[in-house]
């Protein structure tokens, strides 16, 4: 039916529902509400082999009023043999009219529908795609091919008919034929397959769901083995992998088994599903992704060997299994409305990965991770390109571009600051009442207040308001005067001119301030309102922190001579690893905004004490890492050498190569930051020596060197390695017995110096040896690495319809876009913004203007602060290695 004949149809009956009215922005379209779905019945047939799929489709809805039409979303299918049964209507035949443009579909029946519920009857078909979204086509190493599914945020229809947002919650009841031989997951328990002899197949039915948005919808299909499952309560827990990957999976078992009863004590919520598989997946674009009842993972998040992981593997592995248990309850049981509020899915989730794995591993100093990892939205957020929290999404772009560190980290960071605020077990109340009070259903960012509000009795929406839905955070500048503290807080900026002339907004912070006197230290917590004040202190003090613990999501700029009182506790240890991670931090962005020189940053690397915790030490090879890259001049790489050396070489000599037997994994870890940092930064020709050494023999016995240490041993041979170590590394990364071992080689070889070798990693990027999920990030490593920065972008420029081709547009725009914010030259900013601006990049926007601003941000730090390292350096006698002294 015409359009034009659908606009006659609806105009003679305005009763009606409008049906599809696409406004200004198609793009924007959302469904009407008009026609609420209830339940699902999906039949799916999927052929891997045949790169094809299809399907049948009943959708029980309810009719909030009487309509013509029904619009649902669908994208690149081919919808057929549509029908509408309704109240005093019957069942009709629809008109599938598509609306590309909005990626949606009416179905147009010629009778009107009574108000009530009506059954929608369809079939649709189409073909695997190969961008991993949507229903979408693998293959394993061994050419096996593989279908899996990644709907979030809106690619559900790209699989079936759907009302493809997430405030439409409905049950789910799949069904899938497969080629005989090949099984099936889904979000529910499956039951035995029913084979047909006949046709050589088999059918996977899978219990029905409770109610779920359609991003979270799962279906794998293919060979697959399983551990477990093993239970946990009343619930059974499976990993998932390809054959022969079965031992891989066990550490993520174990982990999950103890997380599900924390999760269960913490919320005081039973797990809301009937069973959890745990789902390795051989190329996927996200991280992982929390279907209900059924999480896929990257198989480098899951998968680790148990007797061989590294620290940093087994951590990985950790986290990212609690974030994704946690969204069976915030994101699955209850879920955000609409995509402006994601960070209710995801901020909670990176709060609960770190509140839970602290919990079970508290070995590990998960809350020092968490201030070191708060410091890339602290970054983010001093752009004058960054977003609110919370922020209006309107197109699916939009949502994509959602995914992001202020969401996320900033989103965590702000929860915590609050949670501490309140006191934990307040928190833990107001996070039960919440999720019991919208279990199965949605909710918004005000629900999440008003719990809260009503167990604690404080102001929590005007308190959150100002960290939630406005962009940026305050500059806390503080100074002792007398007994008192002085305060004043105005918004930071990376560029103090990005400020705008009647910029005024304000926060509210949960200031924690320690302070040490003779009596001893003491710490205060209150919530500073206002432009400015002061806060009474109780009599003279040595030294204090105006940000205890790390906590507070803002930075502290000190008088002088209070920042200089700083060094004693420092040096002494005095102070805990998230104080050292902000103090070294904060002072470090002053530096490049221009409010400060580089000397305090200088100062407080140079006081950091020897036994120091791995995240304030992952910290300080960053900022070396930083200032090496923009700001060292090649006539003061000896001096700049001996200063890293006099860092790190005392814990290097303290901590050995060997890791004895039961060793702290922070000290295993750092051990690997300093031979890092001394091979990489330094340049120290007895560490690069023993990596050659420790690298050869791992080679030959992988259990002669601590698996903590091989990243930095590959990388450190790496920058100085020949064309036989590249065609080496390049034969073990295709034979890596473990997703960590082949992540270690192929970001190897994008750590080569030699011109030619350079050429031979850019073109490994398109030759089909690299998954489509790691293409971008391989890419981007290349960018960042300082003697292949300008070779990789000749290449991605002249490139690019085979960079497209061999990634995806989703993890070019999350992985290679934000690397080219490595650049730093008024140039590369220049051919940046006219190459992007000819070759967009789906849901690249918000990247690509945060990495042309870091890029502006590179060159105002080289103006700013030119030759000042260098005169550091050598006004404080670090000219060789042998003559470093801190």
Known sequence: MPLAAIAFLLAAAPSLSPGYVPGPNPKAYRLSGDAVPRAYRLAFDVAPARGTFSGTEEITVQLERPAREIVLHAADLAVADARIEGDGAGSQAATVVPHPESETVSLVVGKPLAAGPALVKLAFRAKLRDDLRGLYLVKSKDGTPYAFTQFEPTDARRAFPCFDEPAYKATFDVSVVVPEGLQAIGNGPELPPEIDVKKHTAIWRFATTPPISTYLVALAVGRFSTVGPQKAGATPIRVVTLPGEEALGRFALKIAAELLPWYEGYFGLPYPYAKLDLVAVPDFEAGAMENAGAIFFRDRDLLSDSGHASVQQQKTVAIVVAHE????????????????????????????????????????????????????????????????????????????????????????????????????????????????????????????????????????????????????????????????????????????????????????????????AKQGTQTRCTLLAGREGRLAEAGKVDWFDANAAGAGFYRVRYAPRDLAALGAPLRSGKLDAPEEIALLTDAWALARSGQAKLSPELRLLADLPSERNASVALQAQG???????????????????????????????????????????????????????????????????????????????????????????????????????????????????????????????????????????????????????????????????????????????????????????????????????????????????AFFAAHPVEAGARPLAEALESIDLCVRLRQLHAGELGRWLAAHHYSTRATASR
């Open 623 to 833: 900022t070396l890492h930083a200032l090496e890259r923009r700001l060292l001049r090649e006539k003061d790489r000896p001096a700049f050498d001996a200063f890293v050396e006099s860092i790190f070489g005392p814990t290097l000599a303290e901590l050995k190569w060997d890791s004895p037997p039961g060793e702290d994994p922070d000290r295993r870890e750092l051990r690997a930051i300093a031979i890092g940092a001394l091979g990489i930064q330094a340049r120290d020709p007895a560490v690069l020596g023993e990596a050659r050494k420790q690298l050869a023999a791992w080679e030959k016995d992988p259990a002669a060197l601590d698996p903590t240490l091989v990243g930095a041993v590959l990388e450190i041979s790496a920058r100085h390695g020949d064309a036989a170590l590249w065609t080496d590394f390049v034969a073990r990364m295709k034979s890596a017995a473990t997703p960590e071992d082949h992540d270690h080689f192929l970001y190897a070889l994008a750590e080569f110096r030699d011109p030619s070798l350079i050429q031979r990693s850019l073109a490994l990027a398109t030759s089909g040896a690299i998954r489509r999920q790691d293409v971008a990030g391989f890419l981007g490593v290349l960018l960042q690495n300082r003697d292949a920065a300008t070779a990789t972008w000749s290449f991605v420029t002249s490139h690019w319809p085979d960079v497209l081709a061999h990634s995806t547009s989703q993890s070019l725009a999350w992985r290679f876009v934000p690397a080219v914010g490595s650049l730093c030259t008024e140039k590369a900013h220049a051919d940046a913004a």
């Open 325 to 516: 248990m946690a969204h069976q309850w915030f994101g699955d049981l209850v879920t955000m409305k609409w995509w402006d509020d994601l960070w209710l899915n995801e901020a909670f989730a990176s709060l609960m990965e770190n509140e839970s794995v602290a919990a079970l591993r508290p070995a590990w100093h998960i809350w020092d991770m968490f201030r070191a990892e708060g410091e890339h939205a602290l970054y983010d957020d001093s752009l004058r390109t960054t977003h609110p929290i919370h922020f209006q999404v309107a197109t699916a772009e939009e949502a994509n571009e959602a995914f992001d560190d202020i969401t996320y980290i900033k989103g965590q960071a702000c929860l915590r600051m609050l949670e501490l605020f309140l006191g934990p077990k307040i928190w833990q109340a107001g996070i039960h009442a919440y999720l019991k009070a919208h279990a199965l259903g949605n909710a918004a960012e005000g629900d999440l207040w008003q719990a809260l509000a009503a167990i604690s009795k404080q102001p929590v929406a005007s308190i959150a308001k100002s960290w939630f839905t406005q962009p940026g955070y305050p500059l806390l500048s503080v100074e002792r005067k007398g007994k008192s503290l002085d305060w004043r807080q105005a918004r930071f900026f990376s560029n103090p001119k990005d400020a705008p002339p009647d910029e005024a907004a304000l926060w509210q912070i949960p200031a924690c301030v320690e302070s040490a």
